[in-house]
């Protein structure tokens, strides 16, 4: 039996998402699970339509007027699938509990006694690195750490790291760390740059899973349902299926040298093969006195993040040439701030909002 915590402080990384996904996914392959929310905020119990009456916070504190065990919240969400919900009272346990000795192991006390009952419990850590994310840790024997390829995900995942070793030192206790990559988009040079410094930086920890975007994963939480119920043909599905199975194969003992290389072989031909199926793409416009100019679009959900920064040549052009799969792009360039179509471009298409976008088409052959 294994006690899983899905942690990451930084908000928007897929961490809910991978929670109720991972645990369908889990269900399905016939293996008895129960989803622990332990958010404040309570997504995933609101992701899964499930009533937040009783939560936690009924089972942990010492002063709420009704007082109830574990077993009396969980809720079945369906076949080999239970939760545990969450409510905004959960967020008051941390104050209420701050001189209690030894409140770092009250999740590890409730857990323990459900072990002969689920094959996986996961928990859904809240987006900070206290009380509550610290007591689930302790109770774990994993963590998956979820991470989007951007720099900054990669500090939430070095923050997560001090933690866990925090809780190695001080309270003894020792966890499994792993990365999994979420939220990937095969479309952008800059997504696979992020997870060449991943790979870099967190070596075996890392999942050979990646996660891409999928509309459907958000469509999904919309209908409250796990993915693999909403579509389970769709990309999101299969990604998730395949993360329950690479955990499973672990679980069993097949995550030795071999197993190992078979993953990082995976996720070398996922590279591999979206690599070859995409078509660089060069964008360029004239601003010689500009200081920065960005490209933003259909194709990166009009961010302006760093994969969409261009550089400036000799001659006041600035360029940017991204790997794009076939099909057709909105866009606008950023100059000084300013958003602005392609002066150069005469296809273009109303936003809706009082203005126009650039339009590009991209074929198999460029």
Known sequence: ???????????????????????????????????????????????LN??????????????????????????????????VPSNVLVGTLEQELADEIGRE???????????????????????SLGFLTVNAIRASDEVIIPVETSRFSM????????????????????????????????????????????????????????????????ESAAEGSPVINYDKYCRGAKDYFSLAKELIAIEEGRSGAAETAEFSQKMKDVIKKESESLVYTTFSLLAPAAQSVYLAGSFNDWSLNDGGRMSKSDDGRWMIRLPLSSGQYQYQFVVDG?????????????????????????GANG
């Open 1 to 47: 039996m294994k006690i899983i915590s899905i942690a990451n402080q930084k908000g928007g990384c897929g961490k809910t998402t991978t929670a109720i996904n991972l645990v369908s996914a889990l269900a399905g392959n016939g293996r008895r699970t129960l989803l622990i929310d332990m958010d404040p905020q309570s997504h995933a119990t609101l992701g």
């Open 50 to 83: 499930r009533d937040d009456q009783n939560s936690l916070y009924n089972v942990i504190s010492r002063i709420t007027p009704r007082k109830l065990g574990i077993r009396d919240i969980i809720q079945r969400v369906e076949k080999n699938f239970d939760i």
């Open 105 to 127: 192991m009250k999740m590890a006390e409730i857990v323990d006694s459900l072990r002969p009952d689920y094959d996986y419990i996961v928990i859904d850590c809240p987006p």
């Open 155 to 218: 500090q939430g995942v070095e923050h997560i790291m001090d933690i866990i070793n925090l809780i190695r030192d001080r309270l003894n206790h020792h966890v499994i760390s792993r990365v999994l990559i979420t939220m990937f988009d095969s479309r952008l040079r800059h997504s696979f740059s992020m997870l060449a410094k991943m790979k870099s930086e967190f070596g075996e920890k890392i999942l050979g899973t990646i996660i891409h975007v999928n509309v459907k994963l958000k």
């Open 338 to 362: 300013r958003w602005q179509p392609d002066p150069e471009n005469a296809s273009n298409v109303s936003n809706g909002f009082g203005d126009m976008n650039s339009v590009i088409k991209v």
